[in-house]
Every structure is written in structure tokens, then in C-alpha cells.
């Protein structure tokens, strides 16, 4: 079957990454002819699985489910299209030192036995602090599939911020306090009001401060913990999941979906400058010097990069532009693929042959002063000496990617500084490989084995993930989730609602509302801004 591909669309996407993807199923399922350019051999950005040692694959930078919505899931048929999630077997796993070990199952009445072994108490208290996250996760889960106000936006932004401020009067004084608590206190804050043990709270912490490059005692990482309750597998919440082809297998079902409808994907097509005529974005100019005319643009690159390398300077007012560049970014990840002869033996939970736990989110960083301790020997030194890691085996999931007997496993480590201290650079592969060792020293010290395990190894420092993915600062959120770059603030103060500061450009990555993750949020959010303007002929 031929396609015949226009001379001009109505919306031209900057970069084939999941949000991108996105918003061109939405699009070209309204009827709007769509043409997404990935700069990659591959769409996908950061969500890409490729094999990185013979034999093995997996996950390239992003690597788990449990964000991706529900409802992009539906709208654009994702499983039709031959997505396949599977469900951990538990949720996480925290080796502690050589005989304890705290593991999360998905059973209230399962997490409660295994941090008894702590603190009865604590284990009393669970319940508790897990219904009161759930009723302020409800609230704001309400608030991600929505356009955040815009401040300055006139009379109808105004309506509907009293409409958010009327369902937060609805809830009980109680459920305000830990609603206020999550927007304004740091993560060991916030779990120490709840918890004693330094294990169960540094436990807890860890996902206030993934991708954050912040201390768990900075201010607003207990929203950060929040934004990781959001998510769901299966219809079930508080599970995470693997993609069956890894993470690639998402924007893979994503781009068959939009092509289904319509959509146009290029690959091999960077694109160098978005083209602004008469103050109107009319198009883009590719790296080949190739120009794409559309009606409106759509960016799913981080916004510091958009106005920083792709919008014209003279298209957006000096002062406003300043704000854009000087959005936060830098979330201190580095991400490691390691190709493995057996799965580590730890020493905490021995063996060899595969257990539960090795399905899990096996997290080193078991208390509120080494997650601190870590992100302090960064800001110092460039790195951590002893760094938080998240392990995950996703191939005692999926046996595809890896051949039999052997496994991958995924290492995504904090922190990593954006940029290294002194005279001392990302780009010197040294660095790298260097910080890599550190990673391998201490997860082998908790599963003796690792060391002498790994068969090949795929290493990503910050500078590595902003060259291959565009992530500037290696940051994964396209800026960080601080109390300053949230909602109406997010990516600065009035535009919040995808519509960029030049006429027809729209923002439809994570440096958008809600932020970020494989949610595919922003995207859909955006889509649906860019809809309601086409019709209204708005562009």
C-alpha cells in the first residue's frame, strides 16, 4: 500500500519520544494530518530497547512501567497494537547489610510483616499513612489529565482555578494538612511524622529523590514520593510493571497506533530550527536543510533546548527567553546495562536460582543518611561514593532479552552531578568509566557475585543521555519537579497550557504538565490544546 505523503501538515512533532508519540495517535486520530521527525535511527528516544551486548537487550534509559496511563492506554489501543505489561513479582527489595533485608509485597497485611521485623510500630502505622497518600494522590491524579490555569490568562483561567480551589475545600482538615505536606516538606520530613525506623523511612525515601539530584531533607521531595504513587499496571495501583521487548516495545505500539490513523514518522530527520514567519511558527528546517511546513508545531524536546537551540532569539522577548534557559535541570542520573552470566547471590537473601526478589526493585540506599550522605558527595565531588542504585532484572520477566541461563539486568544510580566539579568532564570517557566502577564495587558488596558476573556493559553518563537523548543535564524529567516548576509554574509561569510564546508552537514533552516519567501525560494534554485550537482556527 503507497502512502502519499503531503507537502505540509497541519502539525509537525518535534522528536519521536513516548510523549510525542502521543500526541501524534491523538492528533491523527482528530483527523489532523501529523508528521513526527525523530533525529534517531529509531523512534522511541529515551524509551528505546536495543541490544548493547550479543545476545542481550534491553532497556536503553528509561526502564520500568507503572506511570504510563490507564487512559492513553485505551485511546489509542496500545495492546491492539501489541503492548504486553507483566507484573513484578513483588515491588521492591532493600538489602540492608549482610543478614537483614526489607522486601515490599503487594499485600497490605505482606508490607506490614515485613517492616515489623523493624518497627511494630511502624507496622501499625502503615495502613494509615497509606490510605491518607491515597486520598491526596486521588486529588491530584484529578489534576494531571487536566490544562493547569494559566496565570495571566484572563478571566477563564481565573474560573478555573477557583474550580481546583473548590475541590480542595472538600476535603477534611486532615487530608489539607498532608496535601500541604506533600507540596511543601522534604521527603524525611514528611516520613519522619510518620515512621521511627531508619530503614523503613530511608526505604520510603528513595522515591523522593529518584531522579531529583536533592538531599531527602530538600523541601517539596515529599511531592516527588507523591509522583510516584500515581501509577498502575493492569487496572492495579501500586504495581509496577515490564513492558515484554522492554521499554521499546511502548513507543513501538505507539507509532503503529498513530501510523494506523494517519501519521507520518521520519527517522534520521533532525530537525535544526523551528521556522517563526510574521510571528507564527510555520514549520520546521531539518539538519539536511529540508523544510517541513506545517500549521503548528508540537516539541517534545526539553524546553531550555527548545529556546535554546531551536527557536529563533529574536522570536520571544529577551526577558522571556532568559526564564526558558534558565529553567532547572540536571536530575544526577546515570544509567548502566549490565549482561550477566547468573543472577546475584546476596548476601542477605542467598542464591543463585531465581526468587522473588530478583523480580523486584532491588534498591541500595536503605536509610535516610545514606540517600543524604550520596547526594552530598556529589555536589563535593561529582559522584557518590557510595551511590543510591536501583537494580532491575527484567529478564526474569522476559526471556527475550537475553539468551537462556543469562540475564540483563538495568542500573539507574544517583547521583551523578549534571556537571563534574573542577577541571574534570562527563565527556572524558575515564569519568565515566570510572563512576561505573564505584557502581559495580557496592553493588557487589551486597551480592558478592556481581563482579565476576557481568559479561558486557552499557554505560550512560548525564552527558551521554543529553547527546544520545537530548536530555539536557542528563535530566529525565526535561527539568526537575520542584516546587518552583510545578503546574501553572510548569515550564514557567503563564504558559503552563502547552501553548508556547510564539503562535502555534506547543510544548508536548515532560517539561510540560504533569512532568515526568513514561506517562504520556504531556502529550495527551497537549494534544488535546492543539485540537481545540485547530478548530476554533486559532492556528
Not at 543524604?372 to 527484567?394: F, K, N, Q, T
Not at 526474569?396 to 543469562?406: C, K
Not at 510540560?512 to 502529550?523: E, Q, R, T
Amino acid at each position: 500500500m503507497s502512502i502519499t505523503i503531503p507537502e505540509s501538515f497541519d502539525i509537525a512533532i518535534i522528536g519521536g519520544g513516548h510523549n510525542g508519540l502521543t500526541a501524534a495517535g491523538y492528533l491523527a486520530r482528530a483527523g489532523l494530518s501529523v508528521a513526527v521527525l525523530e533525529r534517531a535511527p529509531v523512534v522511541g528516544g529515551a524509551a528505546i530497547t536495543e541490544e548493547f551486548h550479543e545476545g542481550f537487550r534491553n532497556s536503553v534509559a528509561s526502564y520500568t512501567v507503572s506511570l504510563l496511563n490507564p487512559k492513553v492506554i485505551r485511546d489509542l489501543e496500545l495492546p491492539r497494537y501489541g503492548l504486553e505489561v507483566v507484573e513484578r513479582p513483588v515491588a521492591t527489595f532493600y538489602p540492608v547489610d549482610g543478614e537483614r533485608y526489607l522486601m515490599m509485597p503487594y499485600s497490605l497485611a505482606g508490607r506490614q510483616k515485613e517492616i515489623a521485623k523493624f518497627s511494630v510500630g511502624d507496622a501499625e502505622r502503615l495502613p494509615a499513612f497509606e490510605a491518607a497518600i491515597e486520598r491526596a494522590t486521588r486529588v491530584v491524579q484529578d489534576l494531571v489529565l487536566r490544562t493547569p490555569p494559566n496565570a495571566g490568562g484572563g478571566f477563564l483561567e481565573l474560573l478555573k482555578g477557583a474550580g481546583l480551589g473548590r475541590r480542595m475545600l472538600g476535603l477534611s482538615l486532615d487530608d489539607k494538612r498532608v496535601l500541604a505536606d506533600l507540596f511543601t516538606k522534604s521527603v524525611a520530613d514528611f516520613l519522619g511524622q510518620w515512621f521511627e525506623s531508619e530503614v523503613v523511612r530511608g526505604a520510603l525515601a528513595f522515591d523522593g529523590i529518584v531522579g531529583s539530584y536533592a538531599s531527602p531533607h530538600t523541601p517539596g521531595t515529599a511531592y516527588v514520593l507523591m509522583h510516584h504513587y500515581f501509577g498502575e499496571v493492569n487496572g492495579k495501583t501500586g504495581v509496577w510493571g515490564h513492558a515484554i521487548g522492554g521499554m521499546g516495545a511502548i513507543t513501538a505500539a505507539m507509532a503503529r497506533s498513530a501510523e494506523a490513523h494517519g501519521a507520518v514518522i521520519r527517522t534520521n530527520a533532525a530537525v535544526a530550527k523551528v521556522v517563526v514567519e510574521n510571528g507564527r511558527a510555520g514549520g520546521v528546517v531539518l539538519a539536511s536543510g529540508e523544510r517541513i511546513r506545517a500549521r503548528a508545531v508540537a516539541a517534545n524536546v526539553g524546553p531550555r533546548l527548545l529556546f535554546r537551540d531551536l527557536v529563533p532569539a529574536e522570536a520571544v522577548p529577551a526577558e522571556l527567553r532568559r526564564r526558558f534557559l534558565n529553567i532547572k535541570t540536571g536530575s544526577g542520573s546515570f544509567r548502566m546495562n549490565v549482561a550477566l552470566a547468573e543472577l546475584p547471590d546476596f548476601t542477605c537473601r542467598p542464591g543463585t536460582r531465581q526468587q522473588e526478589h530478583h523480580g523486584a526493585g532491588i534498591i541500595i540506599g536503605s536509610t535516610i543518611d545514606y540517600l543524604d550522605r550520596a547526594y552530598l558527595d556529589a555536589r563535593r565531588h561529582g559522584w557518590s561514593v557510595e551511590p543510591v542504585v536501583e537494580i532491575v532484572i527484567p529478564s526474569t520477566l522476559d526471556p527475550t532479552l537475553a539468551p537462556p541461563g543469562r540475564y540483563v539486568a538495568s542500573l539507574f544510580v544517583q547521583h551523578a552531578a549534571p556537571e563534574l566539579p573542577a577541571l574534570r568532564s562527563w565527556r572524558d570517557p575515564a569519568e565515566r568509566e570510572a563512576f561505573a566502577e564505584v557502581v559495580i564495587d557496592t553493588v557487589t558488596r551486597h551480592a558478592p557475585n556481581f563482579r565476576n558476573s557481568i559479561l558486557g556493559r552499557q554505560v550512560l553518563s548525564p552527558w551521554d543521555l543529553e547527546c544520545r537523548f537530548g536530555l539536557t543535564g542528563g535530566d529525565i524529567f526535561h527539568g526537575q519537579l520542584s516546587l518552583d516548576q510545578l503546574f501553572s509554574m510548569r515550564p514557567v509561569l503563564g504558559h503552563a497550557d502547552y501553548r508556547m510564546p510564539v503562535t502555534g508552537l506547543y510544548l508536548c514533552g515532560s517539561g510540560a504538565h504533569p512532568g515526568g516519567g513514561v506517562s504520556g501525560l504531556p502529550g495527551h494534554n497537549a494534544a488535546r490544546e492543539i485540537i481545540a485550537d485547530m478548530r476554533r482556527r486559532r492556528v
